[in-house]
Nanobody, 117 residues
Framework: VQLQASGGGLVQAGGSLRLSCSAS????????MGWYRQAPGQQRELVAT???????SYADSVKGRFTISRDNGKKTVYLEMNSLNPEDTAVYYC????????????WGKGTQVTVSS
């Protein structure tokens, strides 16, 4: 199983980006999907999660600006990011909890988001 994230880039403050992360492979089900981010010199932090029942949770810093969603048929999780500010600059990682007899967490390689002021 591999996770491939895309959609990062350079955007001006106030702009928007949409991240996507898709899982390859078969023979598993996906429970919780999530996005995390890590800014230079900082610890990786949770941005948003979405359960298999589409219950969402957000970090306080992104509430009202970011929206997480999922497409189970495509094994894909999305992160719609609006009203971006320079503090959102980080490498964004997706994570999926997969079940195929055992429960395992998989991480994508990360996609860079840079917000200029």
């Amino acid at each position: 199983v591999q996770l491939q994230a895309s959609g990062g880039g350079l955007v001006q403050a106030g702009g928007s980006l949409r991240l996507s992360c898709s899982a390859s492979g078969s023979g598993f089900s996906i429970s919780t999907m999530g996005w995390y981010r890590q800014a230079p010199g900082q610890q990786r932090e949770l941005v948003a999660t979405i359960t298999s029942g589409a219950v969402t949770s957000y970090a306080d810093s992104v509430k009202g600006r970011f929206t997480i969603s999922r497409d189970n048929g495509k094994k894909t999780v999305y992160l719609e990011m609006n009203s971006l500010n320079p503090e959102d600059t980080a490498v964004y990682y997706c994570k999926m909890r997969l079940y195929s007899g055992v429960i395992m967490d998989y991480w994508g390689k990360g996609t860079q988001v840079t917000v200029s002021s």
